[in-house]
């Protein structure tokens, strides 16, 4: 594993915003060493460093890594009020498919940096506030010569949230939160542009500047619970309004209305775990998942190349059910731990209206439909204090009946490997 590609990263146009990360760094690790006669300071960092190799169909990837690394400080300014500051970021050499623009994309390599701080204001011993305020960028590198500031995809995330928490019976919370944030992909409008100047085959709702910028409010409720047969429960619900001002909306002939693109996105979570304790102090959790979210959006697609008109194209409903568990064995006569997890995980994604194409770009009557089936684990073994050793092998398979793939990926596999270290505080 070699990090040229961050040192290529802060000798371009973006370093900037790597700096203030690194100052916020510093500034928290000083902050973790001033005394506790000012205020009470609970510093928390966590890093790894993993290497290994990545299989996309039956291509065999380069030796690759992964890095990532956490730091925070939990400062207690009063008895009634917190200071959070934090930061992360994280490298991902391996190949992955992302949907951001209507299908799956194939990047190269990904790195993101988030800074953040949140404020922790108790009302009640029972009843907390929580506001923050965060920025993340992300950097995706779709061919290995594209350099880091220059990705199509390349976005900043602006936002701020705050988080009413409610400890109806110790540990079990109640949360009820509003986030709102702004996702400008700033290298979009142009080099799209020059894509479709070449080809054609762009879609006509993403022709124009900034077609792929959004504006989100989002509302949630959460909470966990005690269940029977001595297991947790946890269940969330959401309820997104993206608004897209840029992105006009595409009528049956191709052209644009006053209109604005706007989606409404409902979902749905439930969890249930298990833990049980076994014999010789071994700890094994099984649990299970399942979600649905579904989105709702008024904009439609005209495919200029075969002059179709497809309405209500974004629409969407999926499902994603999965099945994990794990088991914790401490070595015998000390406080170190062998840590094992495996899990399986399904999705199907149904859109709505979108055709069917064949390989040839021929439209059908049949709507797209997309799964996902995953199977991953791991294990970490303590080595010494605050340090483990890691291994973990991750699965991935893409299925649809969307054979036209000039554009986008609908159907693949991928495998990975990784060994490492990590470090928690």
Request: proline letters at 3%; hydrophobic letters at 35%; glycine letters at 8%.
């Amino acid at each position: 594993m070699t990090f040229s590609g961050t040192t290529e990263f802060i000798s371009r146009k973006n370093n900037r915003f790597v700096q203030k990360a690194a100052y916020l760094i510093v500034l928290l690790l000083a902050a973790c060493r001033l005394p506790l006669t000012a205020y009470d300071i609970t510093p928390y960092y966590n890093a790894s460093l993993m290497g290994g190799q990545y299989f996309y169909e039956t291509n065999a990837g380069a030796l690759a890594g992964n890095a990532s690394l956490l730091a925070s400080a939990s400062m207690k300014l009063s008895p009634v009020f917190t200071l959070i500051p934090l930061y992360s970021g994280r490298y991902q050499g391996a190949k992955q498919v992302s949907d951001l623009a209507g299908g799956g994309t194939l990047f190269q390599a990904l790195m993101d940096h988030k800074a953040a701080v949140k404020g922790v204001y108790s009302v009640s011993p029972l009843l907390k506030i929580k506001p923050e305020l965060a920025f993340k960028r992300e950097y995706l590198k779709e061919t290995k010569d594209e350099a880091w500031g220059d990705g199509l995809f390349d976005y900043k995330r602006p936002g701020f949230s705050i988080e009413g928490e409610y400890k109806y019976s110790d540990p079990f919370t109640l949360r009820v939160g509003y986030d709102i944030y702004n996702i400008r992909f700033h290298n979009y409008t142009s080099l799209e542009s020059q894509i479709g100047a070449v080809d054609g085959s762009l879609a006509r709702e993403m022709a124009g500047d900034h077609t792929l910028n959004s504006m989100n409010n989002n509302f949630y409720i959460a909470g966990n619970a005690k269940m029977p047969w001595e297991s947790l429960g946890d269940a969330s619900v959401s309820y997104t309004m993206r608004s897209y001002a840029h992105q006009h909306v595409v009528n049956e002939a191709g052209q644009f209305k006053s209109d604005t693109r706007s989606d409404n996105v409902i979902s749905a979570e439930l969890g249930w775990r298990f833990p049980r304790k076994l014999a010789n102090g071994k700890m094994m959790t099984p649990g299970l998942s399942l979600a649905y979210v579904m989105n709702g959006s008024n904009q439609n697609s005209y495919d200029a190349q075969n002059t179709k008109f497809i309405k209500d194209y974004y629409a969407y409903g999926k499902v994603r059910t999965g099945l994990d568990a794990s088991l914790r064995t401490p070595l015998a006569g000390e406080k170190r731990f062998w840590e094992t997890r495996l899990g399986v995980g399904w999705v199907r994604t149904g859109y709505a209206e979108r055709l069917v194409q064949d390989a040839a770009g021929l439209y059908k009557s049949a709507k797209i439909y997309i799964d996902e089936l995953t199977a991953a684990g791991d294990v970490s073994y303590d080595i010494v204090k605050n340090f483990k050793l890691k291994a973990s092998m991750q699965y991935g398979r893409q299925s649809s009946n969307m054979k036209y793939e000039k554009l986008y990926k609908y159907s693949y596999a991928m495998f990975s490997y990784l060994m490492g270290v990590t470090y928690e505080y």
